[in-house]
């Protein structure tokens, strides 16, 4: 119908011609609802958001180079060709990206060590902006695990003390209990000071009195070669709330020479003049490096950076010791958060890792119950 007709059928219509400004409106409503309805001016529904989900939570690469692919899902937006880029992650860590799926793999070690990255995926469609996703990846530790040659498999008798003001006098009031012990042949007696048998108690003041009521009487048994745990700084090395005053770790690294120097190379001579000088003839040469770092105010990277000031000055002093590592306490997902990061950054001697594993406390338990 066009306008020429709709104005002849409005002029035209017998009713109308008695009232012209009537049958005007009326036929201008008419023209403007004929055009809606052939030019298509209904309101076209608006494209539902682009919105990207992962097929899996996170990845974890081995740096042994074997890759993990993972599909990126689409939902909304037009559906047209989605485009993917990533970031986030170091250059050792290859990407391949086709179609809607992302293929990771660690194709460089010294470019991508062992930790926790997050990357960053975009998708986008024409005309439509893009959005992101992340995805944890872990990159492990690519470890090679050999058969000894000719190495049988030992097993030794072994135990604890806690050197301490409260039973730091327990082989003197059970003298018995040194012979016992020693009938046992213990391997690595672990020794851990804390508290009145941490021997410097202020700067350049020192006392050996509780430590040697233990660590003597353990020199003289068994293999007579104890770790020695450094468990904690002395007291006036922290702050009120725990953490050590000296970030640089070398206070703390020059009481553990100190330590290292009483016991294995003839002693030391404190500022007083005063000659520290262990009487057994028998050396420490296992020494643990700080008790439980994870709960005990120190990062894993306040821990690595302590490691790799205190073992150095410690070597200097008796090149012939050896040297276990973190002792962490282990729950949760400590080992996987805490390892990565020494692992990559430790650069002094390590002969041992070692964790804390506390299966019950109540000792009605039975093997079955615990493992």
Not at 182 to 190: A, E, G, K, M, T
Not at 227 to 247: R, S
Request: aromatic share 8%.
């Amino acid at each position: 119908m066009t306008g020429g007709i709709l104005r002849r059928n409005c002029w035209h219509n017998g009713s109308m011609t008695r009232n012209p400004v009537k049958m005007a409106r009326l036929c201008l409503m008419l023209i403007a609802a004929i055009s809606l309805a052939g030019c298509g001016g209904t309101t076209l529904p608006s494209l539902p958001p682009l919105q990207l989900s992962l097929s899996t939570n996170g990845v974890t690469l081995s740096q042994a180079g074997t890759p993990v692919s993972v599909t990126v899902l689409p939902t909304g937006g037009s559906g047209g060709s989605l485009h993917l880029t990533l970031n986030g992650l170091p250059a050792g860590i290859s990407a391949n990206i086709a179609a809607n799926t992302i293929s990771l793999a660690v194709s460089n070690i010294a470019g991508a060590p062992a930790g926790s990255y997050t990357a960053a995926i975009s998708g986008s469609e024409a005309g439509i902006s893009a959005v992101t996703v992340n995805l944890p990846v872990t990159v492990a530790i690519a470890a090679q695990v050999r058969a000894a040659i000719g190495g049988p498999l030992n097993q030794a008798m072994s135990t604890a003390f806690q050197p301490a003001s409260w039973d730091y006098q327990f082989f003197q009031n059970n003298p018995g209990a040194v012979t016992m012990l020693s009938n046992l042949q213990p391997s690595h007696v672990r020794i851990q000071a804390v508290d009145g048998a941490v021997p410097e108690t202020a700067p350049g003041v020192w006392n050996f009195t509780e430590l040697d009521a233990i660590v003597q009487p353990v020199l003289a048994m068994g293999d007579h070669s104890p770790e020695f745990q450094i468990a904690v700084a002395p007291a006036f090395m922290y702050d009120a709330n725990g953490n050590l005053l000296d970030q640089t770790y070398q206070q703390f690294a020059q009481y553990c020479v100190q330590l290292v120097k009483y016991y294995n190379t003839g002693g030391f001579t404190d500022s007083q003049g005063v000659l520290h000088k262990s009487p057994s003839p028998y050396p420490i040469i296992w020494w643990g490096i700080f008790n439980e770092p994870n709960i005990n105010h120190l990062t894993a990277s306040q821990y690595t950076q302590l490691y790799n000031t205190v073992v150095p000055a410690m070597l200097q002093a008796d090149p012939n010791i050896k040297f276990a590592a973190i002792e962490l306490s282990d729950f949760g997902n400590q080992p996987q958060s805490y390892l990565p990061t020494f692992v990559s950054g430790v650069t002094a001697q390590v002969n041992a890792v070692a964790t804390h594993y506390y299966a019950t406390c109540n000792q009605k338990d039975t093997d079955q119950t615990l493992m």
